[in-house]
């Protein structure tokens, strides 16, 4: 079964509009990870943040973990035609060394100009 | 470049064949990942390995084999027993370390059946 689910499905905003994505999961988590993948490719990640990690910040983009609620929301900031992607989040249930990773369905983003 | 290889990108399976989709990575990583993603779907997990000569099954492993012989490589089975394999493939790699860290994935393997 998924873990995560995000929220909303598809967005489609401007550029230089703000995106936020919403992820809810169902267990205890180790870390949570948001990932992006374009058309058929694989997937490039973008950030990790640790059960222990309130918000995390690496370029455009700024993550939040309240575990309290078992959610976590991605904002990038300033978008760009090239944010055009699916986005997901994946939980990291693993309780020995290799990272067992739990992915939502994800959110499609399309930026336009 | 270091990075993760997955060959070939387009694979077609006939009625009962067996296909065996490779996964190398240079990255020197220990452990090593598959992934099947059906259309619109999050990714669900086959098979992993920590460590050489050891694997272990996933969320999804009945119709799938894997082997792990070598540190680079992590090769995956479809075999007729997946009476579904059509599907995106993808293999991911990370380093093993005190805490658990990201994964990097390959481009993926598009598996149709005729």
């Known amino acids: 079964s998924q873990q995560g689910e995000e929220d909303p499905q598809a967005l489609s905003i401007q550029e230089g509009e703000n995106a936020t994505m919403n992820c809810s999961y169902k267990t205890s988590i180790n870390n949570l990870q948001w990932y992006r993948q374009n058309s058929g490719r694989g997937l490039v990640h973008l950030i990790l943040i640790r059960s222990n990690e309130r918000e995390k910040h690496s370029g455009r983009l700024r993550v939040t973990l309240d575990t309290s609620k078992k959610s976590s929301s991605l904002l990038i900031t300033a978008s760009r035609a090239a944010d055009t992607a699916s986005y997901f989040c994946a939980t990291d249930r693993g309780t020995g060394t290799a990272s067992k990773l739990t992915f939502g369905t994800g959110t499609r983003l399309q930026v336009t100009l | 470049d270091g990075g993760i290889t997955q060959s070939p990108k387009y694979l077609f399976r006939k009625e009962g064949q067996n296909v065996t989709l490779s996964c190398e990575q240079n990255l020197n990583h220990d452990a090593m990942y598959w992934y099947r993603q059906d259309p619109g779907q999050g990714l669900r997990l086959i098979y992993y390995s920590q460590i050489v000569n050891d694997f272990q099954k996933g969320d999804i492993a009945e119709g799938y084999s894997v082997s792990r012989e070598k540190k680079e490589s992590f090769p995956l089975t479809v075999t007729s027993a997946q009476k579904n394999p059509t599907a995106f493939y993808l293999c991911?790699?990370?380093?093993?370390?005190?805490?658990?860290?990201?994964?990097?994935f390959g481009s993926g393997t598009q598996l149709s059946v005729l």
């Open positions: 991911a790699s990370s380093i093993v370390r005190g805490e658990r860290e990201k994964l990097f």
